[in-house]
C-alpha cells in the first residue's frame, strides 16, 4: 500500500512538474510572440505597388516600352479580374480561401511536423492569405519567426479585411514567370487579352503558373506539367462545383494558343526616351517609375519600321560612298503636330556610331534648309518670288572695301563674301530661282533686307528654339551660321505645310494613370504664326521642279513622281552635315545625315540626306493620295506695287502701255493688255527700297545704307560689261497717246432675244440662249448667270441651252445677266428678266 501510496505522488510531481514546464514554456512563447516585431498590416492596404508604366504607339495596342526596368505589373480591381481565373486560382492554391480566418490549422500542424521530422527546414501549407503576406509584408528568408509572423498577420488581415479584397491583392502579386506579375499583365503576355475575357481553359492555365513559374513557363521544356497542372486545376473545380461537368469536358478539350514570347527589348528607342524625358519633366521620376501610368504616343510603329530600315540602310550605303556614317529622320503631321517617326540614328544599339545619341533632338548647324524663313520674312514684308537681286561676288563687311579688300588699320579676315556651292554667279536672279536653287549670295542680301531680328521672330514663332541669343548671329545665319534641332526645324517646315498654322510638335496623345483617370491628353491648339498667302508662296517655290534644274538636275532625288512635294536641301561647311526636309499638306519630313564626332564628308545634302528623304518619302505617301498646294495670290496692281518688287530689275521708274494700240494705259484698258515698260536706270535694290519700308517710296539718300556702295560697285561694273545683251528703255520711248482701242464706245454691244421679260415659260422647257451682237471688235465669249449664280463661259458664237426646273435658285422671276467680251478685252453687261410657271 506504501508503495502504491509513493507511487502516485511520484506521478503527481511528474504531472505537476510538467504542467509547471508548459505553464513556463507557455509563457515564454506568449512573451516571445509578444515581443516579435510584426509588421502593421494596415500599412498592407496603403503599401506602395512598383506598376509598370508603359509607353505604346498611336494605335495603343503595340507595346513600346515597359519602363520600370523588367518588370511588368499593373494592378486592377477584382471585378475586371473575370470569375474564371478567381475561381481557378482559389480551386488550386486554397480551396477552403472562403471558410478560414486566413490560416488552416491542419495544414499548420501538417507543417510543423514535416517540419520537426522530416529533411527540410519548413515546409508549405500556406493559403492565399499568408501567400499575400509573404510576397508584400515579410522578407523572403525561411526560419521559424518569419513563419509565425505570418500565421500572425495572416490572421489580423483576414479579420479586418474582406475576402474578395485579398484575392484581389493576392492576384495582382502573383508571379507568373520571368518579369511578369499580376494577372493583368498575365493575360496581356500569355493571351493578348484581358483578364475578365479569358477562357476557363486559358484561366486554369494562369492559376497553373504561379506554383513553379519558371518550370511551368508554356515557353520551356516542361509544357506537359503545365498542361497535367491545368488538367488539374480544371479537376479541383469541378469538385468544387466551381464548374459543371460541360464546362470541365470543353475546357478539357480546348485548344488553347500561347501568343509568341515577346522579346524583352524596346521598340523606337530614341522616340522611347524621348517621351520618358517629357514624362518625367512633367510628372516627376517616382511617378513614371512607379506609378503603372499608360502612355499612349502618337508614333505611327508600322513607318517608324519602314524608317528605321531605311535610315540605317542610307547610313551603311553613305559611309561606304561618302564618308557619312550616321543619319537621323522625323517624320510628322503638319495638321496635329503629332510625331509619327523618330529615328535619332541608324541604330540605337550600335556603339561605334554612340548609336543612342539622338541626333534628332540634337543641335546642328542647318546650312541652306534655313533659307526658307529668311524668304518668308522677306515674302512677309512685301518682296516676290519674283523679285530680282543681283547674284554677283560682294564683300558685306563695311571695314573692307567692295573687293573684299579691309581698310587701311582693318582686319583682312574680317571681309565677308561669300560664295555658291558651285562658285559661280549668275547675274540677276529672281528670289524664286535663288532659294529653288540654293543661292547663297542672294540668300544673304536678302536676309540683310529682311532684317535679323525680324528673321529670327519668323523662325521661333515657327519652332525654332534655338536661336534666342540675337547677339551672337550676323548675316551668316541665313546658310547655316546657328545651330537648330531636325525636331524643331521638321516642325517648322510644318508651318509651312499647314498654310501659315502652327500644331505644336508633340509624341502624346493620351496619359492615363493606374485607375484609368486621363491626366492628359492631345488637344489640337492650332496657332497663326505666318501669313496664309507667305506659306503658300513658300511651298509653290520649294516644289518648283523646274526651277531647282539648273542645281538638281530633273528628277533629282527631290523628286516625287505622281506627287506634289515641296523640299529643301542643307550643307554646312566641309560637308559637315546634310538635310533634307520637305512636305505635303499632310506630311512633313525631315532627315539629317552627317557624323556625330562633325568629321567631314564627301558631299552634301541632296546627295546624301536626298536618297533617304526621299525613299521614306515615297514610301509613306503610298497611303495619301496627291495633295496639291493652294495657288498663292500673286496677283499684284502695277499701279501700287513698285516695279522693282514685280522683278523689272532694270529700273523701277516706269509707264503702263496698251499692248493693243501700243499707247499709254487709261482707266479703261483691262489688265490682260497692259505691260509695264520700266526706263533702264540699273542699280541695287538698296537705290530703289528703304530696307525699313519695304514697299514704301524709295530712300532719299540711298549711299546713307552702309551696304549700298558694297552692292553698287559689282552691279554697275557688271552692266557695263553686259549691257549690250539687253534692251534699253529711255523716257523718248514713252507714248504720248492714250489707248483708244479700249473706251466706253469700244464696248461690245449685245442684245438678248431668247428667253425674254414677255413670255413665261415652263419650268421643264428647254430655252435655247439667243444674243447678237455688235461693236467695233469681234465677240470673243460670253460669262452667264442665273439670278447670279454662274452657269459657264461659252465661245462666240456657239449653242447654250437650259431647262429652268435643273436650277437651284429658280424662282417666279429670274435674271439671266450675260458678261461679253470681244477680242480686245473690251466688256460689256446686259441683263433680262423672264418668267417661269412652276405648276
Known amino acids: 500500500m506504501k508503495k502504491l501510496i509513493r507511487n502516485r505522488r511520484f506521478w503527481k510531481n511528474v504531472v505537476l512538474f510538467l504542467a509547471g514546464v508548459f505553464i513556463l514554456m507557455a509563457g515564454v512563447i506568449i512573451i516571445w510572440l509578444f515581443s516579435l516585431k510584426i509588421p502593421d498590416f494596415q500599412s498592407f492596404t496603403d503599401r506602395k505597388v ?58 499548420i500542424i501538417r507543417a510543423v511536423l514535416s517540419n520537426t521530422f522530416g529533411n527540410g527546414r519548413t515546409q508549405g501549407g500556406s493559403t492565399i492569405t499568408q501567400q499575400l503576406v509573404k510576397n508584400t509584408l515579410l522578407t523572403r528568408e525561411k526560419s521559424y519567426t518569419r513563419k509565425i509572423k505570418e500565421w500572425v498577420i495572416a490572421t489580423k488581415i483576414d479579420k479586418y479585411i474582406p475576402k474578395e479584397k485579398i484575392l ?120 513614371i517609375q512607379k506609378g503603372g501610368i499608360k502612355i499612349t504616343t502618337t508614333l ?7 524608317g528605321e530600315e531605311i535610315v540605317k540602310e542610307g547610313a551603311l550605303k553613305n559611309e561606304k560612298d561618302w564618308n557619312g556614317k550616321n543619319a537621323s529622320l522625323m517624320a510628322i503631321d503638319p495638321k496635329t503636330g503629332q510625331i509619327l517617326v523618330m529615328a535619332g540614328s541608324r541604330d540605337y544599339f550600335d556603339k561605334e556610331i554612340d548609336g543612342n545619341f539622338n541626333v534628332a533632338t540634337a543641335s546642328r548647324q542647318p546650312g541652306s534648309s534655313f533659307k526658307p524663313f529668311i524668304y518668308a520674312t522677306a515674302f512677309n514684308k512685301g ?105 524643331d526645324i521638321t516642325g517648322a517646315y510644318g508651318v509651312f505645310a499647314n498654310n501659315g498654322i502652327r500644331n505644336s510638335t508633340t509624341g502624346i496623345l493620351k496619359i492615363e494613370d493606374i485607375s484609368g483617370k486621363v491626366l492628359e491628353e492631345f488637344t489640337p491648339n492650332p496657332q497663326e504664326v505666318l501669313p496664309k498667302n507667305t506659306a503658300l508662296l513658300i511651298s509653290d517655290v520649294l516644289s518648283d521642279e523646274k526651277a531647282r534644274i539648273p542645281t538638281f538636275g530633273a528628277h533629282s532625288s527631290l523628286y516625287i513622281p505622281g506627287k506634289t512635294v515641296a523640299v529643301k536641301t542643307g550643307t554646312t561647311n566641309n560637308n559637315r552635315d546634310a538635310w533634307t526636309i520637305g512636305y505635303t499638306p499632310s506630311l512633313v519630313v525631315g532627315v539629317w545625315a552627317g557624323n556625330n564626332e562633325n568629321t567631314p564628308m564627301k558631299k552634301g545634302g541632296a546627295a546624301v540626306a536626298g536618297p533617304i528623304w526621299n525613299k521614306f518619302i515615297t514610301e509613306a505617301l503610298k497611303s495619301l493620295p496627291d495633295e496639291k498646294f493652294e495657288q498663292p495670290k500673286t496677283e499684284e496692281d502695277p499701279n501700287t506695287i513698285k516695279p522693282v518688287l514685280r522683278g523689272f530689275w532694270q529700273g523701277n521708274e516706269g509707264f503702263l502701255v496698251d499692248k493693243i494700240s501700243g499707247k499709254l494705259a487709261s482707266p479703261n484698258t483691262p489688265k490682260e493688255t497692259i505691260e509695264q515698260k520700266v526706263i533702264t536706270n540699273v542699280h541695287t535694290i538698296l537705290y530703289w527700297v528703304d530696307k525699313n519700308d519695304i514697299m514704301g517710296p524709295p530712300p532719299l539718300n540711298p549711299a546713307s545704307d552702309s551696304q549700298f556702295t558694297h552692292w553698287e560697285v559689282p552691279i554697275q561694273n557688271w552692266w557695263a560689261q553686259n549691257s549690250w545683251k539687253y534692251g534699253i528703255t529711255t523716257i523718248n520711248d514713252k507714248p504720248i497717246a492714250i489707248d483708244d482701242v479700249h ?97
Not at 203 to 227: C, H, V
Not at 230 to 243: A, D, G, H, P
Not at 444 to 473: C, Q
Request: glycine residues 6%; aromatic residues 12%.
Open 383 to 487: 518682296f516676290r518670288p519674283e523679285t530680282v537681286l543681283f547674284d554677283l561676288p560682294t564683300e558685306f563687311q563695311t571695314t573692307c572695301d567692295p573687293y573684299g579688300r579691309a581698310l587701311p588699320g582693318k582686319n583682312q579676315e574680317d571681309c565677308y563674301m561669300p560664295d555658291n556651292y558651285d562658285g559661280k554667279f549668275r547675274g540677276p536672279m529672281s528670289l524664286r530661282s535663288a532659294l529653288a536653287q540654293s543661292i547663297n549670295l542672294v540668300a544673304v542680301k536678302l536676309f540683310y533686307l529682311a532684317g535679323l531680328p525680324s528673321s529670327l521672330k519668323t523662325a521661333e514663332d515657327m519652332g525654332i528654339n534655338t536661336l534666342s541669343d540675337i547677339s551672337r548671329y550676323g548675316l551668316t545665319l541665313v546658310i547655316g551660321g546657328g545651330e537648330v534641332s531636325l525636331y
Open 300 to 306: 505611327d510603329y508600322e513607318l517608324q519600321e519602314k
Open 50 to 107: 512598383v506598376n509598370s508604366t508603359q509607353i505604346y504607339d498611336r494605335t495603343g495596342e503595340i507595346l513600346l516600352y515597359d519602363i520600370h526596368k523588367d518588370i511588368k505589373r499593373t494592378d486592377i480591381p477584382a471585378e475586371l479580374m473575370g470569375i474564371n481565373i478567381k475561381n481557378a486560382t482559389v480551386a488550386i492554391e486554397d480551396s477552403e480561401f472562403y471558410n478560414h480566418g486566413g490560416i488552416k490549422l491542419t495544414a
Open 743 to 839: 473706251t466706253d464706245n469700244a464696248r461690245p454691244i449685245v442684245s438678248i432675244i431668247e428667253p425674254n421679260n414677255f413670255t413665261t415659260y415652263r419650268a421643264n422647257q428647254k430655252i435655247n440662249l439667243k444674243i447678237i451682237s455688235s461693236g467695233p471688235y469681234p465677240l470673243l465669249r460670253t460669262d452667264v448667270f442665273i439670278n447670279d449664280a454662274y452657269i459657264g463661259t461659252y465661245g462666240y458664237p456657239s449653242f447654250v441651252s437650259f431647262t429652268p426646273s435643273e436650277l437651284s435658285n429658280l424662282r417666279a422671276e429670274n435674271e439671266l445677266k450675260i458678261v461679253a467680251y470681244d477680242n480686245a478685252y473690251n466688256k460689256n453687261e446686259i441683263s433680262v428678266t423672264f418668267k417661269v410657271d412652276s405648276n
Open 168 to 287: 484581389e491583392y493576392y492576384l495582382n502579386e502573383a508571379p507568373y514567370g520571368g518579369t511578369i506579375y499580376g494577372i493583368q499583365e498575365a493575360s496581356k503576355a500569355y493571351f493578348g487579352k484581358k483578364p475578365i475575357d479569358l477562357t476557363l481553359a486559358e484561366a486554369a492555365y494562369l492559376a497553373s503558373i504561379p506554383q513553379s513559374p519558371t518550370t511551368l513557363s508554356p515557353y520551356g521544356k516542361n509544357r506537359e506539367k503545365l498542361e497535367n497542372r491545368k488538367n488539374y486545376v480544371l479537376s479541383r473545380m469541378l469538385e468544387l462545383k466551381f464548374i459543371s461537368k460541360v464546362e470541365y469536358d470543353k475546357a478539357r478539350k480546348e485548344a488553347v494558343t500561347f501568343a509568341p514570347q515577346s522579346s524583352t527589348g524596346i521598340k523606337a528607342p530614341h522616340f522611347v526616351f524621348y517621351i520618358k524625358d517629357y514624362v518625367e519633366r512633367k510628372y516627376g521620376k517616382e511617378m
